[in-house]
């Protein structure tokens, strides 16, 4: 009898186990609004979600968790609840390019006990997961992990890595090309800097985040486990650091925490994001972080003007023709102010020098920046500052009130070199105080947007991209860098390039010249630029005297905006070639850029309304292949049926203006 009892005993607590089982153990099935993304989420022991384009498996089982000191969300975990919701909404974007972003997703919540959940959201060009807390007081984040394993074995990716040093290779400044390789033969070592894009098949998956707040930067490296995966790779939190660097105005790492993070323990945590397209057009288009950003914190928004910018650094304040020494001195930048006056040009900007490196506050003798800004006044012309951000943090309320009472306009902030959780916070803070004084923010020396200009959009551009300032010295392949950046690095947001190269050469006429520096590929590529590439303040790269020459192509330049009404996404392929339209006040501009390779693209023109239009068309010339200044500019009637065949030539590109006639 007694070992009767026991036997029944053990079946009683194995069927307790098995219901035990099945309530914790669920599986979660969500689609797209237009279902062919189709989300999976099992929660057993763990939590994995997996990712259908269609019938094709794109993201395979991949793993989430978060390790705090308390606990590990994500570890045997119990559901308390779940909820499916659907969201349709219409985002107002004040500076961006487009005015208005849909808002179209479903949504899944998952709460878990232990005052934590997980949400996920799918939209028709991706998903994106986020951890909620909702603990009491503060908590410590030891690690994350954050996985993306895809379908493929052969999967290929396109990978920047970061250009640190061995000592940190969590401090770089972003910049790099993409190399295209194997997923598999991803380094071991060094981490990549997001977005990634991943092929899978024909389709491709760009992963990045959004909403960073609070919270490391992440990187991605290779799954160890599976070969054949990302994950994500946290910067820890910095304990010690030394002033150094970039002309003594860098704050070093030099010894970090055994954590990533301490924030608060009742918070939402950023957004892992896949973008996913099944045509590589698709991806010149994207709004994922925009949309998953936090919405505008600083209310009106009409005293925040996007512009171009005419630049000092990249002609190494190289004017001539003028009866005074050129270089940082007071008139040199009356000059650029009179250049940016006659050009419509919105804004000046004094780079690097004009104040003491360690102290943003002692202007240097040279420079008489009450009659600079006096004069810009006088002209139109507003003045932005340079800034390290090492001594504008140092000093940041402080300069902020003066040089805005002073009638500054706004900040190039560089060299921050970092996204750990204290540096991400660095930008947070500058972003609030800016708005507080009414100042714009470029920054520069920057990681990745991920959408803190929705959230402040007076933060109105990042750098964080491989621009036009490295053929100062490199010899990179800037035409294919150029055709990479669209689909990868502008999944993100607007990036600083600085394009606007005067002297355009061919690959046996390049030269890295500091001084006097030159762009490969041609003239006509450069002016596409200011169409293909999202960037809301833009700055005009070359000297004011080598645009004076080239009018006619300054001309142009000048008419291009740099906010839209709305973004059409018309041809392309990673790598090889970009085609977008941009519309703004009934005006169309087109951008059309290439690699080294020469061909011919035929853009149809069934975006434009019914109605006749009149085309202003900036092409390569016949011998832009040989001379990368030669153009062709001319002027014709084009309609919605039309089918606009152009020559682009290696490393060329074309640009045009199309406006209504009746």
Same mark, same amino acid.
């Given at each position: 009898?007694?070992?009767?009892?026991?036997n029944?005993?053990?079946?009683?607590?194995?069927?307790?186990?098995?219901?035990?089982?099945?309530?914790?153990?669920?599986?979660?099935?969500?689609?797209s609004?237009?279902n062919?993304?189709?989300?999976n989420?099992?929660?057993?022991?763990?939590?994995?979600?997996?990712?259908?384009?269609?019938?094709?498996?794109?993201?395979?089982?991949?793993?989430?968790?978060?390790?705090? /000191?308390?606990? %590990?969300?994500?570890?045997?975990?119990?559901?308390?609840?779940?909820?499916?919701?659907?969201?349709?909404?219409?985002?107002?974007?004040?500076?961006?390019?487009?005015?208005?972003?849909?808002?179209?997703?479903?949504?899944?919540?998952?709460?878990?006990?232990?005052?934590?959940?997980?949400?996920?959201?799918?939209?028709?060009?991706?998903?994106?997961?986020?951890?909620?807390?909702?603990?009491?007081?503060?908590?410590?984040?030891?690690?994350?992990?954050?996985?993306?394993?895809?379908?493929?074995?052969?999967?290929?990716?396109?990978?920047?890595?970061?250009?640190?040093?061995?000592?940190?290779?969590?401090?770089?400044?972003?910049?790099?090309?993409?190399?295209?390789?194997?997923?598999?033969?991803?380094?071991?070592?060094?981490p990549?800097?997001?977005?990634?894009?991943?092929?899978?098949g024909?389709?491709?998956? #760009?992963?990045?985040?959004?909403?960073?707040?609070?919270?490391?930067?992440?990187? =991605?490296?290779?799954?160890?486990?599976?070969?054949?995966?990302?994950? #994500?790779?946290?910067?820890p939190?910095?304990?010690?650091?030394?002033?150094?660097?970039?002309?003594n105005?860098?704050?070093?790492?030099?010894?970090?925490?055994?954590?990533?993070?301490?924030?608060?323990?009742?918070?939402?945590?950023?957004?892992?994001?896949?973008?996913?397209?099944?045509?590589?057009?698709?991806?010149?288009?994207?709004?994922?972080?925009?949309?998953?950003?936090s919405?505008?914190?600083?209310?009106d928004?009409?005293?925040?003007?996007?512009?171009?910018l005419a630049?000092?650094?990249?002609?190494?304040?190289?004017?001539?023709?003028? /009866?005074?020494?050129?270089?940082?001195? %007071?008139?040199?930048?009356?000059?650029?102010?009179?250049?940016?006056?006659k050009?419509?040009?919105?804004y000046?900007?004094?780079?690097?020098?004009?104040?003491?490196?360690?102290?943003?506050m002692?202007?240097?003798?040279?420079?008489?920046?009450?009659?600079?800004i006096?004069?810009?006044?006088?002209?139109?012309?507003?003045?932005? =500052?340079?800034?390290?951000?090492l001594?504008?943090?140092?000093?940041?309320?402080?300069?902020?009130?003066?040089?805005?009472?002073?009638?500054?306009?706004?900040?190039?902030?560089?060299?921050?070199?970092?996204?750990?959780?204290?540096?991400?916070?660095?930008?947070?803070?500058?972003a609030?105080?800016?708005?507080?004084?009414k100042?714009?923010?470029?920054?520069?020396g920057?990681?990745?947007?991920?959408?803190?200009?929705?959230?402040?959009?007076?933060?109105?551009?990042?750098?964080g991209?491989?621009?036009?300032?490295?053929?100062?010295?490199?010899?990179?392949?800037?035409?294919?860098?150029?055709?990479?950046?669209?689909?990868?690095?502008?999944?993100? #947001?607007?990036?600083?390039?600085?394009?606007?190269?005067?002297?355009?050469?061919?690959?046996?006429?390049?030269?890295?010249?500091?001084?006097?520096?030159?762009?490969?590929?041609?003239?006509?590529?450069?002016?596409?630029?200011y169409?293909?590439f999202?960037?809301? =303040?833009n700055?005009?790269?070359?000297?004011?005297?080598?645009?004076?020459?080239?009018?006619e192509?300054?001309?142009?330049?000048?008419?291009?905006?740099?906010v839209?009404?709305?973004?059409?996404?018309?041809?392309?392929?990673?790598?090889?070639?970009?085609?977008?339209a941009?519309?703004?006040a009934?005006?169309?501009?087109?951008?059309?850029?290439t690699?080294?390779?020469?061909?011919?693209?035929?853009?149809?023109?069934?975006?434009?309304?019914?109605?006749?239009?009149?085309?202003?068309l900036?092409?390569?010339?016949?011998?832009?292949?040989?001379?990368?200044?030669?153009?062709?500019?001319?002027?014709?009637?084009?309609?919605?049926?039309?089918?606009?065949?152009?020559?682009?030539?290696?490393?060329?590109?074309?640009?045009?203006?199309?406006?209504?006639?009746?």
């Amino acid at each position: 009898m007694k070992q009767h009892m026991t036997n029944k005993g053990k079946y009683l607590i194995g069927l307790f186990l098995l219901c035990s089982a099945s309530l914790y153990s669920k599986d979660f099935k969500v689609a797209s609004p237009d279902n062919k993304i189709t989300l999976n989420v099992s929660v057993d022991k763990g939590i994995s979600w997996s990712v259908n384009y269609g019938s094709t498996p794109v993201i395979t089982p991949s793993f989430v968790s978060l390790r705090t /000191d308390k606990k %590990t969300w994500g570890e045997e975990p119990r559901i308390r609840k779940s909820d499916v919701r659907t969201v349709n909404e219409t985002i107002e974007a004040p500076v961006y390019k487009k005015k208005e972003v849909a808002d179209h997703y479903k949504e899944l919540s998952l709460t878990f006990t232990g005052n934590y959940a997980l949400q996920f959201r799918v939209y028709d060009d991706g998903v994106a997961y986020r951890w909620i807390s909702s603990q009491k007081g503060d908590i410590t984040i030891l690690s994350e992990k954050a996985e993306f394993n895809f379908a493929k074995d052969d999967s290929k990716a396109y990978i920047g890595y970061v250009n640190a040093k061995e000592q940190d290779v969590y401090a770089c400044s972003f910049e790099n090309t993409y190399k295209h390789i194997p997923l598999k033969e991803m380094s071991d070592f060094w981490p990549a800097f997001a977005p990634v894009l991943v092929e899978q098949g024909t389709i491709k998956c #760009g992963i990045t985040e959004a909403d960073l707040e609070d919270y490391p930067g992440m990187f =991605l490296r290779l799954n160890p486990k599976t070969r054949q995966g990302l994950t #994500g790779d946290f910067a820890p939190y910095p304990v010690e650091e030394v002033q150094g660097g970039h002309n003594n105005l860098q704050s070093l790492v030099v010894k970090r925490a055994d954590y990533i993070a301490k924030t608060k323990g009742n918070r939402t945590f950023p957004w892992r994001t896949v973008i996913i397209a099944a045509a590589d057009k698709d991806l010149l288009n994207n709004d994922m972080v925009y949309k998953l950003a936090s919405p505008n914190r600083i209310g009106d928004t009409s005293w925040i003007k996007p512009g171009k910018l005419a630049w000092d650094y990249w002609n190494a304040w190289n004017i001539y023709g003028v /009866d005074f020494r050129a270089g940082i001195n %007071t008139n040199t930048y009356l000059f650029y102010i009179d250049f940016a006056a006659k050009n419509g040009i919105e804004y000046v900007l004094l780079d690097e020098g004009w104040a003491v490196s360690t102290d943003i506050m002692k202007v240097v003798p040279e420079i008489d920046l009450p009659a600079i800004i006096r004069y810009a006044e006088s002209k139109g012309v507003s003045i932005l =500052l340079w800034g390290g951000w090492l001594p504008l943090n140092q000093k940041m309320e402080e300069a902020l009130a003066h040089y805005s009472k002073l009638g500054v306009k706004g900040f190039k902030v560089d060299f921050m070199d970092r996204d750990d959780q204290k540096m991400v916070d660095f930008y947070y803070r500058l972003a609030k105080k800016a708005a507080e004084h009414k100042l714009i923010i470029d920054f520069h020396g920057a990681y990745k947007p991920t959408g803190l200009q929705r959230t402040y959009p007076n933060v109105i551009n990042f750098e964080g991209v491989y621009g036009l300032e490295y053929l100062k010295g490199d010899y990179p392949d800037m035409p294919f860098n150029d055709v990479t950046i669209p689909y990868i690095r502008m999944l993100a #947001g607007p990036v600083d390039y600085t394009p606007g190269a005067m002297f355009n050469a061919n690959k046996e006429s390049y030269r890295g010249i500091h001084a006097m520096p030159m762009s490969q590929g041609t003239r006509a590529h450069q002016v596409a630029l200011y169409v293909v590439f999202e960037s809301p =303040l833009n700055m005009l790269a070359d000297s004011p005297n080598n645009y004076m020459k080239e009018q006619e192509t300054t001309d142009f330049i000048r008419q291009i905006p740099t906010v839209f009404d709305q973004t059409v996404a018309l041809d392309g392929k990673v790598g090889e070639y970009a085609v977008t339209a941009r519309e703004e006040a009934g005006t169309w501009y087109l951008g059309a850029i290439t690699n080294w390779d020469a061909r011919e693209i035929i853009i149809d023109c069934s975006f434009l309304k019914s109605g006749n239009w009149q085309i202003e068309l900036f092409k390569d010339g016949i011998n832009a292949d040989r001379n990368g200044n030669d153009y062709k500019r001319e002027i014709f009637n084009v309609n919605a049926a039309s089918k606009l065949k152009v020559q682009l030539a290696p490393g060329g590109g074309m640009a045009a203006i199309i406006r209504r006639t009746n």
